[in-house]
């Protein structure tokens, strides 16, 4: 015998349970609308311009006050090479390059007789610094010293070279001008 079909029974929806739908569809709306509004601001700042205006913002903050934070002059030395119980002394001539916001070209004259060059980048307040040594015109060492400028008259830092491999420590404070 074949089966006897049964009636098509439609239920309408109650008001109660359309309220759970409808709150759901608002949720996925507003989330949809906030995902869209996020990517088109980044779409209007690309990472391009962002790293040119904080490029731009940095020369700009550096420009200002790079004279001020680190005073060109000549500056006495004290230094330590790593694992020396003895000082070195000497004097650094720091001198701010023209028409550049942070960099500097140094001289050291270390009384044993040592002259080394170099050339350092100031930012946030620390001078990181090559050098390099050349008596007779041949290059006999290379290295970095990064000094923290602690106000402006005096920095304090820390080097090491390719011959010496460990760090040395050096304090500079600023020779008044007679």
């Given at each position: 015998?074949?089966?006897?079909?049964?009636?098509?029974?439609?239920?309408?929806?109650?008001?109660?349970?359309?309220?759970?739908?409808?709150?759901t569809a608002v949720v996925i709306i507003v989330v949809l609308l906030v995902g869209w509004y996020i990517?088109?601001?980044?779409?209007?700042?690309?990472?391009?311009?962002?790293?040119?205006?904080?490029?731009?913002?940095?020369?700009?903050?550096?420009?200002?006050?790079?004279?001020?934070?680190?005073?060109?002059?000549?500056?006495?030395?004290?230094?330590?090479?790593?694992?020396?119980?003895?000082?070195?002394?000497?004097?650094?001539?720091?001198?701010?390059?023209?028409?550049?916001?942070?960099?500097?070209?140094?001289?050291?004259?270390?009384?044993?007789?040592?002259?080394?060059?170099?050339?350092?980048?100031?930012?946030?307040?620390?001078?990181?610094?090559?050098?390099?040594?050349?008596?007779?015109?041949?290059?006999?060492?290379?290295?970095?010293?990064?000094?923290?400028?602690?106000?402006?008259?005096?920095?304090?830092?820390?080097?090491?070279?390719?011959?010496?491999?460990?760090?040395?420590?050096?304090?500079?404070?600023?020779?008044?001008?007679?």
């Amino acid at each position: 015998m074949p089966p006897i079909p049964q009636p098509i029974v439609t239920t309408s929806p109650s008001r109660s349970s359309l309220i759970p739908v409808l709150i759901t569809a608002v949720v996925i709306i507003v989330v949809l609308l906030v995902g869209w509004y996020i990517k088109l601001i980044s779409f209007n700042t690309s990472p391009k311009d962002t790293a040119s205006t904080s490029i731009e913002q940095a020369v700009t903050e550096s420009s200002v006050s790079p004279a001020k934070v680190l005073t060109s002059g000549t500056y006495a030395l004290v230094g330590r090479a790593a694992g020396q119980n003895v000082n070195y002394a000497g004097t650094v001539k720091i001198t701010w390059r023209e028409n550049t916001p942070n960099i500097f070209d140094l001289v050291w004259n270390v009384t044993s007789g040592q002259i080394q060059y170099g050339v350092g980048i100031l930012k946030n307040g620390i001078l990181s610094v090559s050098y390099y040594e050349a008596p007779d015109d041949s290059v006999s060492d290379v290295g970095v010293v990064s000094y923290e400028v602690i106000d402006a008259l005096n920095l304090k830092g820390e080097w090491t070279s390719v011959k010496g491999g460990t760090a040395g420590v050096e304090q500079l404070t600023l020779q008044t001008q007679i």
